[in-house]
């Protein structure tokens, strides 16, 4: 395993990180039991890894209590414990009490960096940093890091809190962009990326040019992947999870080979991000989507939100228009093939966010979203 010196803050941290969730919606082997859990967790770390990602809300707390039982006091100070408050307790009070029952799960005496999950339209950003400060102060957590803010939110939330740490999404369909990535390395950020290996069904074209690398380099996609990724800049630590010990191993290895000059200039070219603005329009809300789940088709069912979503469209509406109609990410859509008369795309992930910025523009369907094309 390869380490790095992000900055002061991280001098020695593994150039890949541990996304550590347990029974999540991509989690096919949902019955693995907490044994086989933490020889999972061991053997990660025994690969080298020292960066262990989680958040309270993975199972219910259950992510954070393997953890908890597979780390030694002995090895503690060496190994870097990241962890999220979820959206619905970002109150003064609730980041509070969410952080000790963290504690209490991690059976340890602090964090070592302790991110918002996703921000909440409901609560002021002062009122969360407030409390993130105060349990910094105290001791109990040593760095304060957002997950899923946009360079724009990041930049607002900067006033409140000295932020050391950024986690977004950084695969092969989503990446952060060179701006960003300037503005995180003046700041001397460490970027976690997190979903290093996503990628939607289908991707044909991705998958050709992962193969002919896969058989010049005698690796695998994925470690062509991971090794690209990990490489875009000093700043980023890949955070990759796996229930099978081999693809641990594996993974492990994706940085113990170089990749040439002239093919990371053509995986930048191939996976680079399609990012645009679209026309509301010309996007299909399918009834059930790729989560097979059923959802509103009409801008009356979203603002109702019958189903209880949180944060709500319309709250994620109000927050628009407190931050100039700033949405916190993309929607991800598919080329439509079936109804290209009416639609070009369909709307294969971010269903909240579409329905916020319908209700943001009062309906006015010509109005464009940010959207990451597949």
Known sequence: MKYKAVNINFPNMSAMGIGHSVIDSSDKRKNISDSERIKLLRCSLDCGMNLIDTAENYGNGKSEEIIGKTLVKSERDKIYI????????????????????????????YIDIYQIHWPNPD??????????????????????GVSNFSNYLYRQAKEYANIEVVQLEHNSISQISGADFLSYNEDNILVIGYSPLYMPPDYRDKFRILKIMEEKYKTTKQQILLNWISNTNNNLIPIAKSNNATNIYSNSKSLDFDIDESDIKILNLILRTRHEYIPMKYIKITLYGREDKEFYQTIQEA???????????????????KYNGHLVKPIKVLRESTDQEKYRYE?????????????YNNGNMEKTISTIIL
């Open 123 to 144: 609560v002021e950003l002062k009122e969360t940093f407030d409390a993130l400060n105060k349990l910094k102060d105290s001791g109990f957590i040593k760095h304060i």
């Open 347 to 359: 709307l294969y992930e971010g269903r909240v966010r579409f329905w916020a910025n319908v209700i």
């Open 303 to 321: 603002v109702e939100n019958r189903f209880g979503l949180y944060p709500s469209p319309q709250s994620l509406a109000s927050w628009m228009s």
């Open 82 to 109: 990241s962890t999220k408050v979820s959206p619905e307790n970002l109150n003064f009070n609730g980041v509070i009490k969410s952080c000790h029952d963290s504690l209490k799960r991690l059976q340890t005496d």
